[in-house]
């Protein structure tokens, strides 16, 4: 495997996975066989990558006309149902066959996916008071991990999804959490830009992180709030991300990252990305080469992914063009692809012909990558 | 209580006198009703004066976050749904304490409006858009005023709350003339140095006061009366709100009001609008601003809508309770909703094709809920509702007859609500 110094080469495109309606967020299986999207129509959608299917073989004509190799296409598995309004986050076991989904009603339901078609093992229909906001695991995958709007955070078995903690004193609308990779700690950030270590022996506080920069008020909108909770693989770095609002309404802001030093809390790094119309840093996962992949979605027709190594004043690679309104990216287990979703579609106000029943919403192609490295 | 249907709404002008008059409580008010409607008309009003609280959410609260919920539907967002205090009706999560006060609104789901841009679209909805005839109409608020004529108040018919500036919004009143602007109080605060100086004494501020009426009188000989009318109006406003600072007091509200409204801006700038009520003014607009949720729509809605949840319930619970909302034309609204489609920034854009607004107390039904639309929300199955038709309908609440009731612009009869609408009966009590 590359060391830490290695910076890839730009990533390769692979192929386009179109959806049907927006997804809120994606995941691969620990085998790297499956992909998982969190929809916004209440489903979670499968693709099955372990069979590409080419498309059928072109015309000689075609052929010229059409320089682009032909993309491979991965076949779409029949969706699970059981959640309500948006799935807002998925996340997979690391060692055994199962998946765990959380929803904005505040329903948290564990999925076995040892079987073809995943079945409910466990089903907590009122886990949270509405929006689950994040779900994470711990790097052993027995406890998980889940904050919402209703101020609480609180730990479950991923056996039987029994209530193991709650901690309280976070603050308001909790929107992310992370469990630091030694499994002693749990990290929480709000609304209001603060971010909180919590002592999982003990269910204290332990210290405070300054992200306060995420947050602003706009007249009477609350804009911001800590997007993004994320550690390196060794948790010798926390990552604070979301934005450095502007105002509210449109919603303008500037991506912005904050690194911090796990062992005194120092900050090592405020890293701005872009763009004011280029919105919030959605998610960071941490490559095992030493380097963050992120995205970023602001106003319609903007975002990007990024690759950033601590420290460095700026991302050493930004996609070249600009992404659309990037919300998620996922790291394949080999470390060699990554998936980003992004938004089609069409945004604006313009007489819709709905009486006819034409009133397209919009979608979020599945981007896969390869990293050459 | 029915309007003399022979009432023309040009007698109703509101003259400096008339509102001196008015002002000082004079005779009863017999300057301040004087040639405005019939005694016993007048006799009425002195008991029962209709007032009017609009709520101005300005860039396009969402229909979907708030009246019109769709859970479960291809555009219905995030959010739940939850029971209101009238069975079978529901909204959605983030209007709790409404909610609760559901038994006291009418609820209309089918608006469909011709605008779709901020500049253009505030007015237009906000002058009820009326047919071009030239000319430019009064907002609401100016139309009130006028057709109501003034109460005994002393106070100024038609404030304005609002964040940031204050001022004298003229501009409101179109044709009607700057006399029935209204008064703005920028972030709830009274007019910049309201406050009578020290070292003015009563006899010094009498005294000004009279020579300035006194120029006032020369400068009118020679100069249009409506333009020298509205300088003296203000003056006169002035004098009047001089003797009322009492109404910006925040100290003297309870505690616990301040916890129910809230203490941010629109909680604190609907409890000074309760106060005002309370105080006589006939017109009261509150703005709040931000609405327009391009972006991040379901976590601005989060925050929006909850905010105006909490001060909006409590002002309705108040005026109910007070028997205040037998009198008080209660409007919450924007100038359109918010498209169900989302876009790439999570947010909704404009959509006056399928709406809602929230209406409360004087002459409306309670209880209700008025139009439909489709399923996921796209456009309205039921019949459509455009601005005039609510003007139309407010005026009717208000007691007056929209469709007999007609302005005199300098001799120039003008329907004071769109002619091709008409008022919407289902919600007229």
């Known amino acids: ?373 | 209580m029915t309007p003399n249907p022979l009432c023309k709404p040009w007698e109703h002008r509101l003259s400096r006198r008339q509102w001196l008059g008015s002002a000082a409580g004079a005779a009863a008010g017999a300057f301040g009703l004087g040639d405005i409607t019939t005694p016993a008309f007048a006799a009425d009003l002195k008991k029962k004066y209709k007032q009017v609280l609009f709520v101005w959410l300005d860039g396009g609260i969402s229909q979907l976050e708030s009246w019109d919920p769709k859970p479960n539907t291809e555009f219905g967002g995030p959010f739940r749904t939850i029971p209101t205090s009238i069975p079978g009706v529901h909204f959605s999560e983030l209007l709790p304490h409404t909610a609760k006060q559901m038994q006291h609104l009418a609820v209309v789901r089918s608006l469909c409006t011709q605008d779709d841009a901020h500049s253009s679209g505030i007015e237009r909805i906000q002058r009820g858009d009326p047919k071009n005839r030239g000319v430019v109409y009064p907002y609401f608020s100016a139309a009130v005023t006028k057709l109501l004529g003034p109460n005994d108040s002393g106070l100024p018919p038609s404030v304005w709350i609002k964040p940031m500036s204050g001022g004298f919004i003229y501009k409101d009143a179109g044709f009607l003339g700057p006399q029935y602007g209204s008064l703005a109080f920028g972030d709830g605060k009274p007019p910049e140095n309201l406050l009578r100086h020290s070292s003015v004494s009563d006899q010094d501020l009498l005294e000004r006061s009279q020579l300035r009426t006194l120029a006032d009188k020369r400068y009118s000989q020679t100069h249009r009366a409506g333009s020298t009318e509205a300088n003296s109006f203000v003056y006169d406003m002035g004098l009047e709100l001089m003797k009322r600072q009492d109404l910006f007091d925040a100290s003297k509200f309870s505690p616990r009001d301040v916890e129910r409204y809230g203490t941010h801006d629109l909680g604190r700038h609907l409890l000074l609008a309760r106060r005002m009520l309370e105080a006589g003014v006939t017109f009261v607009k509150v703005n709040s601003y931000g609405w327009d949720s391009h972006g991040d729509n379901f976590n601005g809605s989060l925050s929006l809508v909850r905010k105006f949840d909490q001060p909006f319930a409590a002002i309705i619970e108040d005026l109910a309770a007070s028997g205040m909302l037998d009198n008080v034309l209660v409007i919450a609204m924007s100038e359109f909703g918010r498209t169900p489609r989302v876009n790439g920034h999570l947010g909704r854009d404009h959509w006056p094709e399928a709406w809602s607004l929230v209406m409360a107390g004087c002459g409306v039904k309670r209880g209700i809920v008025v139009g439909s639309t489709n399923d996921n929300g796209t456009y309205v199955n039921s019949e459509p509702y455009d601005i005039g038709h609510m003007f139309h309908t407010w005026f009717n609440a208000l007691g007056i007859n929209s469709q007999k009731t007609e302005y005199n612009n300098g001799g120039q009869p003008l329907p004071i609500a769109h002619e091709g609408c008409h008022p919407v009966k289902e919600l007229l009590a």
């Open chain 1, 1 to 373: 495997m590359p060391n830490e110094t290695t910076k890839p080469q730009p990533p390769k495109p692979v192929t386009i996975i179109k959806t049907e309606r927006q997804i809120s967020s994606i995941r691969f299986s620990p085998d790297g066989k499956l992909l998982f999207a969190a929809g916004r129509d209440g489903k979670i959608h499968r693709w099955d990558l372990s069979q590409p299917q080419m498309p059928v073989e072109e015309s000689a004509d075609a052929k010229k006309k059409n320089s682009k190799p032909s993309e491979p296409v991965f076949p779409e598995l029949p969706s699970l149902s059981g959640h309500d309004g948006w799935v807002s986050q998925i996340a997979l076991h690391p060692k055994s066959p199962l998946l765990v989904s959380a929803d904005t009603w505040g329903r948290l339901i564990g999925w076995s996916t040892a079987e073809e078609t995943p079945k409910p093992l466990w089903n907590v229909p009122a886990a949270h008071d509405g929006w689950i906001r994040q779900i994470a695991l711990s790097a052993d995958g027995e406890r998980l991990a889940t904050c919402g709007l209703d101020q609480a955070i609180r730990l479950w078995s991923t056996a039987d999804g029994k209530k193991l903690q709650e901690i309280v004193g976070q603050g308001e609308d909790v929107f992310s959490l992370a469990f630091h990779p030694d499994g002693k700690s749990l990290v929480a950030g709000d609304l209001k830009g603060i971010v909180k270590q919590w002592d999982l022996a003990d269910g204290k506080a332990v210290r405070e992180f300054d992200a306060k920069i995420l947050y602003m008020l706009s007249f009477i909108q609350d804009v911001g709030g800590v997007r993004v909770l994320a550690f390196d693989i060794a948790g010798k770095t926390l990552a604070v991300a979301g934005a450095k609002p502007a105002s509210g309404g449109f919603v303008e802001a500037l991506p912005l990252v904050k690194f911090f030093n796990w062992s005194d809390g120092a900050e090592i790094q405020t890293l701005n990305i872009g763009e004011k119309t280029e919105g919030f840093v959605h998610e960071l996962t941490f490559h095992p080469d030493g380097y963050w992949i992120g995205v970023c979605s602001g106003q319609p027709g903007r975002g990007r992914f990024f690759f950033h190594r601590t420290g460095e004043p700026q991302p050493f690679f930004t996609a070249d063009k600009q992404m659309p309104n990037c919300h998620s990216v996922a790291l394949h287990p080999s470390g060699e692809r990554f998936a980003v979703i992004s938004n089609a579609g069409t945004s604006g106000q313009q007489k819709s012909k709905a009486r006819e029943g034409i009133y397209p919403g919009n979608s979020s192609p599945i981007h896969l990558f390869e990293l050459l490295r």
